[in-house]
């Protein structure tokens, strides 16, 4: 079985309604993962509150590991979600508690001892110093057999060095066609990418020897998958009715990851990781109930 270690934020995201629906990326990434036949783990940090117990149960329901789960003195972390047309803005609340999670020596040792097929992670829990310093450490000294990384640019929770910290240390990224354009206001992707992702994928791989591949999300319009050798794959959309995105990208990385790691072909991973993020969208939650096959 797939092993998967997934770094970052637990939010709980609220709705126009006032509803409260458990989330955050690398959440998610860990939920969907579960479903499509992973074992997997969350590396994160809750709040000494109400929202923090709900969470771990929240977790345990979906078959995520809480084992590196710590607790922090800040609030357990929430985003208000507002909804236009099916597509999300959030309002990220902070301070939060995944904004201090740490590193410690039990944390590590267990990391070391579970043998991690998978990192993943991305930029909102590097937001803050302590965050970013333990996923600095994580990446410096625990080994996993591949890392993926997801951006996910929240406003006002990215800046230069916590996205130059996922080019140069994933061998899977994953960047979608929204976020692209926000990429060029930092110099260093500048220099890499003066024209844009597709007019600098030889530079891009060439600058950063890990990165073996560019997943390219294009929302209704499928994903390209680009490779270090030169070549590309499409994945085409598959047709559904949007009831909301959030949680899309996150079941397509999970999905993605999880099959590719298992020894499927970049075609067949693309065509689950179309085929669970169409259904994920139909759906208000961002990990509505499903089993595999769709």
């Given at each position: 079985?797939?092993?998967?270690?997934?770094?970052?934020?637990?939010?709980?995201?609220?709705?126009?309604d006032?509803?409260?629906?458990?989330?955050?990326?690398?959440?998610n990434?860990?939920?969907?993962?579960?479903?499509?036949?992973?074992?997997?783990f969350?590396?994160?940090?809750?709040?000494?509150?109400?929202?923090?117990?709900?969470?771990?149960?929240?977790?345990?329901?979906?078959?995520?590991?809480?084992?590196?789960?710590?607790?922090?003195?800040?609030?357990?972390?929430?985003?208000?979600?507002?909804?236009?047309?099916?597509?999300?803005?959030?309002?990220?609340?902070r301070?939060?508690?995944?904004?201090h999670?740490?590193?410690?020596?039990?944390?590590?040792?267990?990391?070391?001892?579970?043998?991690?097929?998978?990192?993943?992670?991305?930029?909102?829990?590097?937001?803050?110093?302590?965050s970013?310093?333990?996923l600095?450490?994580?990446?410096?000294?625990?080994?996993?057999g591949?890392?993926?990384?997801?951006?996910?640019?929240?406003?006002?929770?990215?800046?230069e060095?916590?996205?130059?910290?996922?080019f140069?240390?994933?061998?899977?990224?994953?960047?979608?066609?929204?976020?692209?354009?926000?990429?060029?206001?930092?110099?260093?992707?500048?220099?890499?990418?003066?024209?844009?992702?597709?007019?600098?994928?030889?530079?891009?791989?060439?600058?950063?020897?890990?990165?073996?591949?560019?997943l390219?999300?294009?929302?209704?319009?499928?994903?390209?998958?680009?490779?270090?050798?030169?070549?590309?794959?499409?994945?085409?959309?598959?047709?559904?009715?949007?009831?909301?995105?959030?949680?899309?990208?996150?079941?397509?990385?999970?999905?993605?990851?999880?099959?590719?790691?298992?020894?499927?072909?970049?075609?067949?991973?693309?065509?689950?990781a179309?085929?669970?993020s169409?259904?994920?969208?139909?759906?208000?939650?961002?990990?509505?109930?499903?089993?595999?096959?769709?």
């Amino acid at each position: 079985m797939i092993k998967i270690l997934s770094f970052g934020e637990i939010i709980w995201d609220v709705f126009p309604d006032g509803d409260a629906v458990i989330g955050g990326a690398p959440l998610n990434f860990a939920a969907h993962a579960v479903k499509c036949g992973a074992e997997a783990f969350l590396f994160s940090a809750i709040g000494e509150d109400a929202l923090g117990e709900r969470a771990i149960r929240a977790l345990q329901n979906l078959g995520v590991k809480t084992d590196l789960i710590g607790k922090s003195a800040l609030p357990t972390g929430r985003c208000l979600v507002t909804l236009k047309n099916g597509s999300p803005s959030y309002e990220v609340c902070r301070p939060a508690a995944y904004d201090h999670i740490l590193l410690n020596e039990d944390a590590e040792g267990r990391i070391g001892a579970e043998q991690f097929d998978a990192f993943c992670f991305g930029t909102l829990a590097a937001r803050e110093q302590i965050s970013r310093h333990a996923l600095q450490k994580t990446l410096e000294r625990c080994k996993f057999g591949s890392i993926f990384c997801d951006i996910n640019l929240r406003p006002n929770c990215y800046d230069e060095e916590s996205v130059k910290l996922c080019f140069e240390n994933a061998n899977l990224l994953k960047i979608s066609e929204e976020e692209e354009p926000l990429l060029s206001a930092f110099p260093f992707y500048q220099s890499v990418c003066p024209k844009g992702l597709q007019n600098g994928l030889d530079s891009l791989f060439d600058t950063y020897p890990n990165l073996a591949l560019v997943l390219f999300t294009k929302g209704e319009k499928g994903a390209t998958v680009y490779q270090k050798d030169g070549t590309c794959v499409e994945i085409p959309p598959c047709p559904t009715t949007v009831a909301s995105t959030v949680g899309a990208g996150d079941s397509f990385g999970a999905a993605f990851l999880t099959s590719y790691l298992g020894g499927a072909s970049i075609p067949e991973a693309g065509s689950l990781a179309s085929r669970v993020s169409a259904f994920v969208v139909s759906k208000k939650e961002a990990v509505p109930e499903y089993r595999l096959p769709l």
